[in-house]
């Protein structure tokens, strides 16, 4: 193994354990990507009212987070929500009373 | 008081049938009563891991369609006389035998046996539900593979799903020259991921490709991986045995060891 291989990328064990983990956090809460897609849109639907976001870029998925109850992790929803233009707050508000 | 123990994995080729030739023959071995029954209908393998091939006059449909008694199915093993085996029927398939049947045969065999072994089928359909009917504990088999831990992790689900509660995983061929380069899980990363409690890893040990060759098993010898079934087999019973190491024997000193211990 030379210097190199230090700084090529993550051992394959590790890609493993990353991958189950995301895996089974999906399984477990039998999410279909039905399911995801849905949520997508409205998620898309909700914020669109108030500030102009690039919904291709939008990246939407089921991972875990550290919960301090019970000093373990809970599945959690994260979302990737890149935004174009905030819109200003009067517009925003108008335009969702609208909607 | 007898224990009724479900060996499964939900993927194929982990090491169940290993497993359960093993722990059963440790058990025995510690001079319990054991019978272990191949609830693997149609795809009988455990006589052959046991090396009781030749002596099968009866098997498990027989006895649950009462064509026969159940001491007259139950092979006595070469080595331990307080150790049977209870085959499946090769020519039969897994709807053959109801989950209520196989109840009633382990109510019938717990008045006799300290521990029940049962060896699950590959998969979580019928011979999952049919092995898991008489069970209160199972021991999960998996290895640091992604595709066998995603079952295990649904079989653990299912387990649960069927108020089995008493459930253990078992790590097997680990390989840690693999893991070392970071090529393989650790055991830490496998226990870490089905968050289900370890009650033993074994390591990829050529030594049970040879034993099972010879349909003997491999607990009770020195080799690694009967050493790792053995201290499974005294956790089962509740005794408190700590993790071996599982990286002594491929360490530079003990190989010059054993070139020498093999001379």
């Known amino acids: ?99 | 008081m007898s224990e009724v123990i479900v060996v499964t994995s939900g993927k194929g080729g982990v090491g169940k049938t290993t497993t359960t030739a093993n722990v059963g023959t440790g058990l025995a071995m510690l001079n319990k009563k054991v019978v272990l029954i191949d609830t693997d209908i149609g795809l009988r393998n455990l006589d052959v891991v046991m090396g009781l091939e030749n002596r099968i006059v009866y098997n498990l449909v027989d006895v649950v369609e009462g064509n026969c008694r159940i001491k007259q199915a139950l092979i006595k093993d070469k080595r331990y006389n307080n150790l049977y085996l209870l085959p499946s029927a090769q020519t039969r398939d897994k709807t053959s035998v109801s989950p209520e049947q196989m109840q009633k045969l382990i109510d019938e065999l717990k008045e006799e046996f300290d521990y029940i072994i049962l060896d699950c089928p590959a998969g979580i359909e019928q011979g999952f539900k049919n092995a898991i009917a008489g069970a209160s504990r199972a021991l999960v088999v998996t290895t640091p593979e992604v595709s066998a831990i995603r079952d295990a992790d649904r079989i653990i689900g299912l387990l649960e799903a069927n108020e089995i509660t008493k459930v253990d995983l078992i790590v097997n061929r680990i390989r840690m020259d693999l893991v070392k380069r970071g090529d393989m899980m650790t055991i830490d990363d496998v226990v870490d991921i089905l968050a289900v409690s370890l009650i033993g890893a074994v390591p990829d040990d050529e030594n049970i490709v040879i034993s099972t060759n010879q349909g003997e098993p491999i607990v009770g010898t020195d080799a690694l991986a009967g050493r790792a079934y053995m201290n499974i087999v005294k956790r089962i019973m509740g005794e408190d045995i700590p993790l071996m190491n599982l990286d002594t024997d491929n360490g530079f000193w003990n190989r010059i060891k054993n070139i020498f211990k093999s001379k």
């Open chain 1, 1 to 99: 193994m030379s210097v190199f291989d230090l700084f090529k990328k993550k051992n394959s064990g590790t890609v493993a354990k990353d991958r189950l983990k995301l895996l089974l956090v999906s399984d477990r809460a039998s999410c279909s990507p039905e399911i995801m897609e849905a949520i997508k849109n409205d998620i898309i639907k909700v914020i669109s009212k108030y500030m102009e976001i690039d919904s291709d870029g939008l990246d939407i998925q089921i991972t875990q987070t550290e919960s301090e109850e019970n000093h373990g992790t809970v599945p959690a929803i994260f979302a990737n929500i890149p935004i174009k233009t905030i819109r200003n707050g009067s517009d925003a508000r108008s335009e969702a009373k609208r909607n």
